[in-house]
């Protein structure tokens, strides 16, 4: 598989702040890659990097085959946008994107429509985007690297206010883009997006990276989280698991009498649902709490945030 993007010890100042420490970082072509991490982690700045909008103090970036990452320079075949993307509200949606196709020489009227389409704006392409909300500018400007054709195409938080129905339109557009051959880097808060989209994710934190790789990777059996359980007699179903081994009763939910919430990793689980049933109580529902990707982020960016404390303590 060709790689579209390949940066080796990435790293930026701003000032004394360390906003990228020695990141590195792997896209192929035709994959969509999740880039996550709390705030202030760095993900805007590398993407801004990619981008051209900012250059790297060291390190080494590839970009479609095309070294990168030291000139203020979208590198060719690249399209996205960081916070937000650059649009004139006095222009209808159709004008703003025929306008960037003119200005960059390219794009016929149909394609503008068609990437309107994409996006689910074709009903408000005469309206002026003065009026759009958060998710319909983000929508056109998806739209507007649409008209690029692009072979890497980075978002910085695309999901950001959109409703459902943006949601699945932006997930379509994204999933056919890597299926004809584009990579796409995107940087997210919501897990649930990431998890729908990537097949691959770099979490960082502090600026470093702390886990690249498949999502499947993630999934730690050894990890405790937190799990629903929907039992037939809640009672003897928390006398069980209160004195189960590795298992810690959590709080007993507001809204729903069947349920039981508990701690354990998956060995400990194991164990517990035949001595349940065995006891005569049903476990019809079994349910993380947080999903694999959310707990590893957690326990990953938790763990970095600790660490630095440490080395912080010792270097005083
Ligand atoms: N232009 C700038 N000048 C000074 N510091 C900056 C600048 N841009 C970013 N930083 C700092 O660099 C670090 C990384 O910021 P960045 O915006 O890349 O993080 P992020 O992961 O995108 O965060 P968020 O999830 O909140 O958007 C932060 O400490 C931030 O304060």
Do not use: W
Not at 68 to 96: E, I, K, W
Not at 202 to 214: D, K
Not at 243 to 261: E, F, K, Q
């Amino acid at each position: 598989m060709t790689q579209a993007v390949r940066g080796r010890g990435i790293t930026k100042y701003f000032g004394d702040v360390i906003a990228l420490d020695g990141v590195d970082l792997d896209v192929a072509a035709g994959q969509i890659h999740g880039l996550v991490g709390p705030n202030g982690a760095g993900k805007t700045t590398l993407l801004g990097i990619l981008l051209g909008l900012a250059t790297a103090d060291k390190g080494t970036l590839e970009v479609l085959g095309q070294p990168a990452g030291r000139a203020l320079l979208v590198p060719d075949g690249v399209a996205g946008f960081v916070d937000g993307p650059g649009v004139y509200p006095s222009l209808t949606a159709r004008r703003n994107l025929a306008e960037l196709a003119r200005l960059r020489g390219y794009g016929e009227k149909a394609e503008v429509d068609d990437a309107l389409a994409q996006v689910g704006l074709a009903d408000v392409a005469n309206d002026k985007v003065r009026g759009f909300s958060l998710g319909m500018r983000q929508r056109i400007g998806l739209a507007a690297a649409l008209l690029i054709r692009p072979r890497l195409l980075v978002l910085d938080e695309p999901s950001n206010g959109l409703d459902p129905s943006g949601r699945k339109h932006v997930h379509e557009v994204l999933r056919r883009l890597a299926a004809d051959g584009a990579a796409v880097l995107l940087s997210s808060h919501q897990m649930d997006d990431v998890e729908a989209l990537c097949s691959e994710v770099t979490i960082v934190a502090a600026g470093r990276v702390v886990f690249a790789g498949p999502l499947s990777k993630l999934a730690d059996e050894s990890r405790p989280v937190d799990y629903l359980l929907r039992v037939s007699d809640t009672a003897t179903a928390r006398q069980i698991a209160a004195s189960a081994s590795g298992v810690t009763l959590g709080p007993v939910p507001a809204n729903d009498a069947d349920l039981i919430i508990i701690r354990a990793n998956v060995p400990a689980i194991d164990a517990l649902v035949p001595q349940l049933v065995s006891a005569g109580v049903a476990v019809r529902e079994l349910t993380p709490v947080t999903s694999p990707l959310e707990s590893a982020f957690l326990a990953l960016t938790e763990q970095q945030a600790q660490q630095q404390a440490e080395q912080q303590e010792v270097s005083r």
